[in-house]
T-cell receptor, first 110, second 113 residues
Framework: EDKVVQSPLSLVVHEGDTVTLNCSYE??????LLWYKQEKKAPTFLFML????IEKKSGRLSSILDKKELSSILNITATQTGDSAIYLC??????????FGTGTRLQVTL | DVKVTQSSRYLVKRTGEKVFLECVQD?????MFWYRQDPGLGLRLIYF???????EKGDIPEGYSVSREKKERFSLILESASTNQTSMYLC????????????FGDGTRLSIL
């Protein structure tokens, strides 16, 4: 059975801090790892990492895939209150299915 | 931009009722998915569909069925609603077989009383 584990479950930081979110996986026929941000509504897509693209960056957010350790990290630098959300990690294996972790709830305070 | 629209944001139903949740996407995507999201359990896949009139069971299909009569529309049916089906339901779509990312609707928060 495919499995995705995220840590920590939740954290509270001050605005301006840097945070690192973790995702580890056990998936048959790994093909991609995706990060989503979920505020009050739909999860919105952030990054997709594959065997041919193991590092992505967009503004203050960046992500790295470690294929050897079967894990990924999502870094957010200079956090802002608008970064407060649940961050979801999902892994794609067989066909078009995604297996999701339980998410990390991030709260950024002033 | 991809638009995935779920028919209701909030829904309250009674135990034993037949419940329909509707989802429509406007980008001609082949794949559509239904998840439920519960605290501490994350998103779990209920059913998905690769094409019109095709459906595949996900990880937790018990108590649910689906219908896909048109490419853009994917319906989730609770045959006889029970209180343990109270949850947030999320619909998603993706372009075609083996493609990501999946694009999500805003979700339907369903309460079964």
């Amino acid at each position: 059975e495919d499995k995705v584990v995220q840590s920590p479950l939740s954290l509270v930081v001050h605005e301006g801090d840097t945070v690192t979110l973790n995702c580890s996986y056990e998936v048959t026929n790994f093909r991609s790892l995706l990060w989503y941000k979920q505020e009050k509504k739909a999860p919105t897509f952030l990054f997709m990492l594959t065997s041919s693209g193991i590092e992505k960056k967009s503004g203050r957010l960046s992500s790295i895939l470690d294929k050897k350790e079967l894990s990924s990290i999502l870094n957010i630098t200079a956090t802002q209150t608008g970064d407060s959300a649940i961050y979801l990690c999902a892994v794609g294996g067989t066909a078009s299915k995604l297996t999701f972790g339980t998410g990390t709830r991030l709260q950024v305070t002033l | 931009d991809v638009k995935v629209t779920q028919s209701s944001r909030y829904l309250v139903k009674r135990t034993g009722e037949k419940v329909f949740l509707e989802c429509v996407q406007d980008m001609d995507h082949e794949n559509m998915f239904w998840y439920r999201q519960d605290p501490g359990l994350g998103l779990r896949l209920i059913y998905f569909s690769y094409d019109v009139k095709m459906k595949e069971k996900g990880d937790i299909p018990e108590g649910y069925s689906v219908s896909r009569e048109k490419k853009e529309r994917f319906s989730l049916i609770l045959e006889s609603a029970s209180t343990n089906q109270t949850s947030m339901y999320l619909c998603a779509s993706s372009l075609d077989f083996g493609s990501w990312p999946q694009h999500f609707g805003d979700g339907t928060r369903l309460s079964i009383l």
